[in-house]
């Protein structure tokens, strides 16, 4: 289990709050829950979405919440924020959970929540097989070719602080 950090604006802990006493479930069990349900959203997102070009999104914020989450789910949204540019790991988590209610306020129904994924899922099938992508697992990623693929690239290393350590100019490597 990994433990994650983010906050919420005082609108969204209420729902979380409201849905926590309706359910007599714990604040890190329903949001565990809400995450694990809206993976397939946010799938989506990654795979046929756009670059967020790292936006940064004012929250005005009101609760500090810390949750654990499993570490393939953690893993995951962490390369869904790295591939996508997103500004934090919390945007994503946040923009999971206000989607959430809103299928969920519809008819406060969880199922509506469950038929909306499915759907997700179905779309995401059905453009992959449109679009010709193939949606993959790999264990180990040995190379990438891409459009620019000849092109340099610059290595950089962050120490613990978040500071820059080096910058390093690589030359491309192609692996086949």
């Known amino acids: 289990m990994k433990e994650f950090h983010f906050v919420v604006n005082q609108r969204m802990h209420n729902k979380i709050k409201n849905y926590c006493e309706n359910r007599k479930i714990s604040y ?18 990654h795979f046929f979405g756009k670059e ?43 923009n999971m959970i206000e989607k959430f209610f809103t299928w969920f306020n519809e008819n406060n129904n969880e199922e509506d929540v469950v038929r909306e994924v499915e759907k997700i899922k179905k779309e995401m099938r059905d453009k992959s097989e449109v679009t010709g992508y193939e949606i993959v697992k ?38 086949f």
């Open 28 to 45: 890190n069990k329903a949001i565990v829950y809400i995450i694990t349900t809206m993976i397939p959203f946010i799938r989506n997102i």
């Open 52 to 94: 967020d070009r790292c936006k940064y999104r004012r929250i005005w914020a009101k609760k500090n919440i810390h949750i654990y989450i499993d570490d393939k789910i953690y893993r995951e949204l962490k390369l869904i924020h790295s591939n996508l540019n997103y500004y934090s790991i919390a945007i994503l988590v946040r």
């Open 138 to 175: 790999v264990k180990k990623k040995v190379g990438q070719l891409c459009q620019n693929s000849i092109q340099k690239f610059i290595s950089v290393d962050y120490m613990e602080s978040f500071s820059i350590f080096s910058l390093k100019l690589l030359e491309p490597n192609l692996v």
